[in-house]
T-cell receptor, first 117, second 113 residues
Framework: GAVVSQHPSWVICKSGTSVKIECRSL??????MFWYRQFPKQSLMLMAT?????????EQGVEKDKFLINHASLTLSTLTVTSAHPEDSSFYIC?????????????FGQGTRLTVV | GEDVEQSLFLSVREGDSSVINCTYT??????LYWYKQEPGAGLQLLTY?????DMKQDQRLTVLLNKKDKHLSLRIADTQTGDSAIYFC?????????????FGSGTQLTVLP
């Protein structure tokens, strides 16, 4: 299957700082990528839909100024957690659909474990 | 709204078959997926089924779909310890759109030696 790569795999940052997470589709182009958040022992909750060349669409309750999304190319979307606080600590996962398969299959990155201290 | 439900835990003996069940409420679901998540890792797509299919088999995996009852199941034959993970079912409306997936809560599969 297609490969989606996230970087970094884990990050520890101080409260008040900003952290950028990258999501790359390595062998396919994706006009749309999705960002999810997963709390321990829980399912994935969609945060936002990242659209190449336009603004992201945020789910209800997700602060767009807090979680900045940029999708500048067909293979890269970034999520920046601004002024991070301990409650932002979570597992963040991105996914992208392979347009070659008609958007049927959604592939996921390996996730980024964010810990804010 | 959409809702996808799974039982939280399942334990089986190595070599037995595992059956993980999922129910969904959105009758317009087009594709239904099964993902595997190992500890600290992302999601691995195992298989998916189009809503006009009743069954799909891929090696040790068999997916059954009862569209009338909105029930999806994943059967893993000859379950191995490496199959221990969390399994998520997910649904989406249309493959042509970029609509996001809606996930179930996940089923923790534990394979006992």
């Amino acid at each position: 299957g297609a490969v989606v790569s996230q970087h970094p795999s884990w990050v520890i940052c101080k409260s008040g700082t900003s952290v950028k997470i990258e999501c790359r589709s390595l062998d396919f182009q994706a006009t749309t990528m999705f960002w999810y958040r997963q709390f321990p022992k829980q399912s994935l909750m969609l945060m936002a839909t990242s659209n190449e060349g336009s603004k992201a669409t945020y789910e209800q309750g997700v602060e767009k100024d807090k979680f900045l999304i940029n999708h500048a190319s067909l293979t890269l979307s970034t999520l920046t957690v601004t002024s991070a606080h301990p409650e932002d600590s979570s597992f963040y996962i991105c996914s992208a659909r392979d347009q070659r398969t008609g958007n049927t299959e959604a592939f996921f990155g390996q996730g980024t474990r964010l810990t804010v201290v | 709204g959409e809702d996808v439900e799974q039982s939280l835990f399942l334990s089986v003996r190595e070599g037995d078959s595992s059956v993980i069940n999922c129910t969904y409420t959105d009758s317009s679901s087009t594709y239904l997926y099964w993902y595997k998540q190992e500890p600290g890792a992302g999601l691995q797509l195992l298989t998916y089924i189009f809503s006009n299919m009743d069954m799909k088999q891929d090696q040790r995996l068999t997916v059954l779909l009862n569209k009338k009852d909105k029930h999806l199941s994943l059967r893993i034959a000859d379950t191995q310890t490496g199959d221990s993970a969390i399994y998520f079912c997910a649904e989406t409306f249309s493959s042509g759109s970029a609509r996001q997936l809606t996930f179930g809560s996940g089923t923790q599969l534990t394979v006992l030696p």
